[in-house]
Nanobody, 124 residues
Framework: QVQLVESGGGLVQVGGSLRLSCAAS????????MAWFRQAPGKERECVAA????????RYADSVKARFTISRDNAENTVYLQMNSLKPEDTAVYYC?????????????????WGQGTPVTVSS
């Protein structure tokens, strides 16, 4: 059974940083495409970062480029999202997702496995 467990969310001030973690079990992150999505109230789920199984390719939403970094620790079977220079518009529930696609994909429908989400609130 595949489980993705996110942690690291919370309340942070504008300009601050957070690191989200996604611990995986039942699948190997090094053999999967991994992604972070977020969903704010009343908005569609958005892919903010994705990485290929090899780790050689990454993709970021324009709104987070140069501020967010997706990374992976294969030994820990964990994926991270480092978020810097946070803005109020980054406030959302953040979800980790995994799939075996063979390509990067920003569509939520492409991902089979999802975590329960961790909330991030950026206060001004």
């Amino acid at each position: 059974q595949v489980q993705l467990v996110e942690s690291g969310g919370g309340l942070v001030q504008v300009g601050g940083s957070l690191r989200l973690s996604c611990a995986a079990s039942g699948l190997t992150v090094s053999n999967s495409e991994m992604a972070w999505f977020r969903q704010a109230p009343g908005k569609e789920r958005e892919c903010v970062a994705a990485c290929s199984r090899s780790g050689g390719s990454t993709r970021y939403a324009d709104s987070v480029k140069a501020r967010f970094t997706i990374s992976r620790d294969n030994a820990e079977n964990t994926v991270y999202l480092q978020m810097n220079s946070l803005k109020p518009e980054d406030t959302a529930v953040y979800y980790c997702a995994a799939a075996i696609l063979g390509r990067l994909d920003a569509r939520a429908s492409a991902y089979l496995y999802w975590g329960q989400g961790t909330p991030v609130t950026v206060s001004s």
